[in-house]
């Protein structure tokens, strides 16, 4: 099908059903930052008025997603909406084993506890947060191994997630195939800006598995948009349709966790598939443990309706190619704005380079972090920092060791915002990038032993 032309972005859906922003004025907002003690986790959703702090959970259901959640079968075992759900998530990953979960991180700590011990090692091209820590529980070592272009923010290559292919081989090397477990590839990588991870690449990092006999997991939260990045970027694939790149990529995989609140167009769920059936029998033990009997796994039957149902959307060549072009749209406002951003936008989010925009702010006194607050004191827009205050350790002189990066992460939820709320925040980038030269950095007042950034209190710094 022909793309419709696209110079004004025009959003694939109408809206039946609209939810008010609540405007506020700079006095609102400073009282309210400040209230928060500076930190925008800390602030109520009701005193922000376009919220880009996750495309995880936020985007809006569809229509028939909404009739499907009326079809929701809530019986605890056997139920029919267990069936729908395990019959798309069948046909698009071919993976025998489907198991429900509430969100992404409960698929990924059933399956580490089963998978993996004390003293191994878990590569993949960026482990999440989450996983990164579920890994760590187990007193496993969780390794990433990014290639070049995606260690480079300004590089412009078209596959910045994926495997350094080399180094895996390196891995299994030095650890030795005992060691290591599984694989894990995420799609697209979030760590590293929403890049895409390629088929050929896919292809190259299975046949190191297939060498060595250990499986390959995908973290497939994003799978929807790395497809269309495939079928616009990867030689070979630009006929080919999203939904089949997409199970394509699974069959290339042993396995998968999902977190669904991302391509399932789901509030809340997730889901871990695998081929291998022992250790699928072991999960779904630990799974009755702790989620729920294997036909619901913590969620309710209209949720696993909603899922079954944003899974088949989620692949709709018009919906991805808008969703994309979206975020490209942002980081090229901001960039005419004189923000430089990770490049090329990645496909959930814009990451915009507080250390290249703010020099004068040193890491310690935390830049991505005021320029998140400068963003929400300007225009009501909430972002993440994703830098020193997120990563960065406190030491004995009183100054954090560095992050490698100092970004704010602007995450677009799915079908939420218009193109005027794009283009809105736009301008609130253009007008705090106007005075970028008064903005001050902050100094934490106090602060928890470990995941900081969600409830340290702040304080700015004198002008
Ligand atoms: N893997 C990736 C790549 C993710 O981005 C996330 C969540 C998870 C796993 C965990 O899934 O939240 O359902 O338990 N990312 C969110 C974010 C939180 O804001 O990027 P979950």
Redesign the pocket.
């Known amino acids: 099908m022909d793309a419709p032309l696209q110079r004004t972005i025009i959003e694939p859906f109408r809206i039946k059903s609209v939810e008010p922003l609540r405007f506020t004025t700079r006095g609102q907002r400073e009282a309210a930052l400040a209230a928060a003690g500076h930190n925008l986790f800390a602030l109520r959703s009701q005193d922000v008025l376009i919220d880009l702090l996750?495309?995880?959970g936020t985007g809006a259901m569809s229509a028939e997603q909404w009739a499907a959640m009326m079809r929701g079968d809530e019986s605890y075992a056997g139920s029919s909406s267990f069936e729908r759900f395990e019959g798309v998530v069948h046909e698009l990953t071919g993976l025998r084993h489907v198991i429900p979960t509430h969100?992404?991180?409960?698929a990924?700590r059933i399956l580490f506890t089963e998978a993996v011990g004390a003293g191994d090692v878990v590569p993949s091209n960026s482990h999440?947060d989450?996983?990164r820590a579920n890994i760590e529980y187990q007193g496993a070592e969780a390794l990433d191994l990014l290639c070049a272009e995606g260690r480079d923010m300004e590089s412009e290559a078209p596959f910045k997630g994926d495997m350094d292919v080399e180094a895996l081989e390196a891995a299994f090397e030095r650890h030795g195939r005992e060691r290591i477990p599984l694989v894990m590839v995420?799609i697209t990588n979030?760590s590293g800006g929403g890049q895409p991870v390629s088929l050929a690449n896919l292809r190259a990092t299975r046949a190191v598995c297939d060498r060595h006999g250990i499986p390959l997991i995908l973290?497939a939260?994003r799978f929807a948009e790395n497809a269309w990045f495939v079928v616009e970027r990867e030689e070979g694939h630009a006929d080919r349709s999203p939904r089949e790149v997409a199970e394509e990529a699974f069959r290339l995989a042993d396995g998968c966790t999902i977190?669904l609140?991302?391509d399932g167009f789901g509030n809340i769920g997730?889901v871990l598939a695998l081929n291998d059936g022992e250790l699928a029998r072991r999960c779904r033990n630990l799974l009755i443990l702790t989620e729920g009997f294997p036909t619901y796994g913590g969620l309710a039957g209209r949720d696993l309706e909603a899922l079954a149902q944003g899974l088949l959307e989620v692949t709709d060549p018009d919906y991805l190619r808008y969703r994309v072009r979206t975020a490209e749209y942002l980081a090229e406002r901001a960039w005419s704005a004189g923000v430089p951003t990770v490049r090329p936008a990645g496909g959930h989010a814009v990451y915009l380079d507080a250390k290249a925009m703010l020099p004068h702010i040193p890491a310690h006194q935390y830049p991505a972090h005021a320029l998140a607050c400068e963003l929400y004191l300007e225009g009501g827009v909430r972002g993440v920092e994703i830098g020193t205050l997120m990563f960065g350790r406190p030491t004995d002189t009183g100054e954090d060791d560095p992050a490698a990066n100092e970004l704010v992460r602007l995450?677009l939820p799915r079908r939420v915002y218009t193109q005027s709320h794009v283009d809105y925040v736009g301008e609130v980038i253009a007008a705090v990038a106007a005075r970028k030269e008064q903005i001050r950095g902050y100094r934490i007042v106090d602060q928890p032993p470990a995941l900081r950034h969600f409830t340290a209190v702040l304080e700015p710094l004198a002008g």
């Open positions: 996750t495309d995880s969100q992404g991180r409960a990924e999440f989450t996983t995420t979030n973290d939260c977190s609140k991302k997730g995450a």
